[in-house]
T-cell receptor
Framework: AQTVTQSQPEMSVQEAETVTLSCTYDTSESDYYLFWYKQPPSRQMILVIRQEAYKQQNATENRFSVNFQKAAKSFSLKISDSQLGDAAMYFCAYRSWNAGKSTFGDGTTLTVKP | DSGVTQTPKHLITATGQRVTLRCSPRSGDLSVYWYQQSLDQGLQFLIQYYNGEERAKGNILERFSAQQFPDLHSELNLSSLELGDSALYFC??????????????FGPGTRLTVL
């Protein structure tokens, strides 16, 4: 079974600075997908970014980018120019290519300081 | 707004009781997924339905059951409730057979409190 580990329960960043959230996963599969979700205080789960394992190029979405290291099974999220609205819990998730369910990490709480 | 709706938003009940959580997927989505988010366990996959049929099952207790109706809405039934069942229950939907390129869109969740 796949596992997802987020080793940083809490992180903080100064507004306008850059922060990186870590995620590692364990799998024996070669084809899979990785996601970062944001959960603000409203508890809504919001998709931030998605990475296909077969793609070597790291995904980017505006201020959000990932560093995908397939051999190391690492998938970190970089948030540039942090904003107060980025404060939330961030979850890393793994999904097999042929399975609908996602396996989530335990989350990292991000605090943005003004 | 993801387009996925869940009712009720909050539910408070007593141990031993039974409750039903309801989810309406985004228009056109055929797959529905249920997840449980407890304070100390993150999100756990419970079950997936595709077009009325059970597609995958995760860490769902025998006291829990779900179904997807012809109009594609889904219900999660929780019975013989225990204190430990208190959690946020999410429904998500996607338009394919759980194919990864079909993003899962999450509803706002139902917060269940068992007293």
């Amino acid at each position: 079974a796949q596992t997802v580990t987020q080793s940083q329960p809490e992180m903080s960043v100064q507004e306008a600075e850059t922060v990186t959230l870590s995620c590692t996963y364990d799998t024996s599969e070669s084809d899979y997908y990785l996601f970062w979700y944001k959960q603000p205080p409203s508890r809504q789960m919001i998709l931030v970014i998605r990475q296909e394992a077969y793609k070597q190029q790291n995904a980017t979405e505006n201020r959000f980018s990932v560093n995908f290291q397939k051999a190391a099974k690492s998938f970190s999220l970089k948030i540039s120019d942090s904003q107060l609205g980025d404060a939330a819990m961030y979850f890393c998730a793994y999904r097999s290519w042929n399975a609908g369910k996602s396996t989530f990490g335990d989350g990292t709480t991000l605090t943005v300081k003004p | 707004d993801s387009g996925v709706t869940q009712t009720p938003k909050h539910l408070i009940t007593a141990t031993g009781q039974r409750v039903t959580l309801r989810c309406s997927p985004r228009s056109g989505d055929l797959s529905v997924y249920w997840y449980q988010q407890s304070l100390d366990q993150g999100l756990q996959f419970l079950i997936q339905y595709y077009n009325g049929e059970e597609r995958a099952k995760g860490n769902i207790l025998e006291r829990f059951s779900a179904q997807q109706f012809p109009d594609l809405h889904s219900e999660l039934n929780l019975s013989s409730l225990e204190l430990g069942d208190s959690a946020l229950y999410f429904c998500a939907s996607s338009d394919g057979q759980g194919k990864v390129e079909n993003t899962q869109y999450f509803g706002p969740g139902t917060r269940l409190t068992v007293l």
